[in-house]
């Protein structure tokens, strides 16, 4: 039954997400330049916000240096290293910090960030709703303009059509989503030509004092260009996709069948063709879905200053911000494993012949 099987892929999240979590928690052991290292340089340099953030109030600089297994730390004292190691949590070893962790996280308890004055859950969803917005709208977009064409595409192989939106589709591949973006900033937003589009934000400073259809404007108006940036960096591959899955259908022995005995050309492909062929278009829903969501949109976040996820995680990891970079990890992959079960389930819904249960 599919009710076993979704308790099977259930169980299988578990070992896979714990798996994930060690993999770069021994990654992020090994790197150098921990938060540690890094507050200590700060204090060093005499930072007064570094300062303020070290518990007890130990700040002081002492005059002769101490031993101590952190490079750079000449010239401060052993208590606020000591300190400083118990404030993010390296005073224990490594493994205890991991089991930790991994309870913490079982209860979705995700500690505060060493440099925000919040819990890691709510910078997660203060940042949410900005690459929601971003991930879903481009999808959509995405699979209602490369599923049409991948499949007149198909239809019309080696027509005039196919070869002038084949130029389209390889332009399209060939040029990143950001380097669009800057294109369309000088073209649209204000750069050198026209300014009809905001440069940042999701919405505007008036937000709160606008009328609800004033506010779905604005809303639109701000998230358009980051969104067609972000559909031309990726409707190529799946409108490819889609036309080899349909072109490898079309050239099978059933579709001869069906037309023999009597179905027109539009009968066999919506009939026939499309439930097999879009299996494997769906397959891919997840993966675009949370590559999207979570990776493709960084540097659009950047370029648009759209203060988003994918801007979270690359911040905390260059800070150093661990609480936080495990975080977003653990969200990450747990709706990654959630989508792909998605996936599989919607294969169902696309051909009821799939048995799960039968599978190896």
């Known amino acids: 039954m599919m009710g076993h099987y979704i308790l099977k892929r259930l169980a299988l999240m578990i070992p896979t997400l714990l798996g994930i979590m060690l993999v770069n928690f021994l990654i992020v052991q090994a790197a150098p330049g921990g938060p540690v290292e890094q507050m200590m340089a700060q204090i ?104 049409p064409l991948g499949i007149k595409k198909a239809i019309r192989d080696g027509s005039s059509f196919d070869v002038w939106t084949s130029m389209v589709v390889i332009v399209g591949n060939a040029i990143p989503a950001f380097l669009f973006a800057i294109l369309f900033i000088v073209l649209f937003a204000g750069g050198t030509y026209f300014d009809w589009f905001p440069l940042r934000g999701l919405v505007s400073d008036n937000w709160d004092e606008l009328t609800w259809g004033a506010k779905i404007v604005d809303y639109f108006w701000h998230i358009t260009l980051p969104v067609v940036c972000l559909v031309i960096g990726s409707f190529a591959g799946l409108t490819l996709l889609t036309k080899n899955s349909f072109l490898d259908e079309i050239g099978k022995q059933y579709v001869l069948t069906a037309k023999a005995k009597g179905l027109n050309d539009t009968q066999v492909l919506y009939r026939h063709v499309f439930r097999n062929a879009m299996l494997i278009v769906i397959a891919g829903i997840p993966g675009q879905l ?71």
């Open 44 to 147: 060093q340099a005499h930072d007064v916000n570094a300062t303020s953030r070290v518990s007890g109030g130990l700040a002081d600089v002492a005059a002769a240096g101490t031993q101590s297994n952190y490079r750079g730390s000449q010239g401060l004292e052993q208590e606020l290293i000591e300190r400083l190691e118990k404030q993010f949590g390296f005073d224990k070893p490594a493994h205890e910090r991991f089991f930790s962790m991994l309870w913490n996280y079982l209860r979705f308890d995700f500690g505060d960030s060493f440099y925000r004055d919040q819990s890691v859950i709510s910078i997660i969803i203060e940042k949410l709703p900005v690459s929601i917005s971003l991930g879903l709208w481009s999808t959509l977009l995405m699979y209602l303009i490369a599923i």
């Open 290 to 360: 949370v590559g999207i969501l979570f990776t493709g949109s960084m540097l659009i976040e950047i370029v648009f200053s759209l203060d988003g996820l994918g801007l979270l995680g690359y911040e905390s990891v260059v800070n150093r911000d661990y609480p936080v970079v495990f975080g977003t990890l653990y969200i990450f992959t747990l709706i990654g494993l959630l989508l792909n079960l998605i996936g599989d389930m919607t294969y169902v819904l696309v051909d009821p012949r799939i048995d799960f249960e039968g599978r190896s």
